[in-house]
């Protein structure tokens, strides 16, 4: 079954397209109790086609002042397919079977674009 499309984007990656959704859940707080410091939410992705695959779910962790840009959403697919994800299966798969550091993700975005610039 595919996911529907309300409330998705479309994004290129390598020359395939991929539909995705970001839902947000929750708000960690601080090892102090003090304020919100981490947002935390699943990704849902799936292989843009006439007759989708399989759809990989994944949970996020995230600071609260950054966003999960397209270029963070792009990386977790690549990483996912390295990692042996093929989206025309119908078979289940788990990426990593633990959280993708977000941040990591955009420092390393971060550097190349600033490669690039120079």
């Known amino acids: 079954m595919g996911m529907p499309k309300k409330g998705t984007r479309v994004l290129d990656v390598d020359g395939r397209k991929y539909r995705w959704k970001l839902a947000s859940g929750h708000v960690r707080e601080d090892d102090d109790g003090g304020m919100p410091v981490r947002n935390a939410g699943t990704l849902t992705l ?54 993708i550091n977000v941040d990591r993700i955009m420092t390393k975005i971060s550097l190349i674009r600033e490669v690039h610039d120079s």
Do not use: C, M, N, Y
């Not at 959403?73 to 996912?80: F, G, K, N, S, Y």
């Not at 397919?81 to 959280?99: V, Y």
């Open 46 to 99: 799936q292989e843009e086609v006439d007759k989708p695959g399989h759809v990989l779910q994944h949970e996020l962790d995230w600071h609260i002042a950054d966003t999960v840009s397209p270029e963070v959403v792009r990386e977790i697919i690549r990483r996912a397919l390295k990692a042996g994800w093929d989206p025309s299966s119908r078979s289940k798969f788990r990426l990593f079977g633990q959280k």
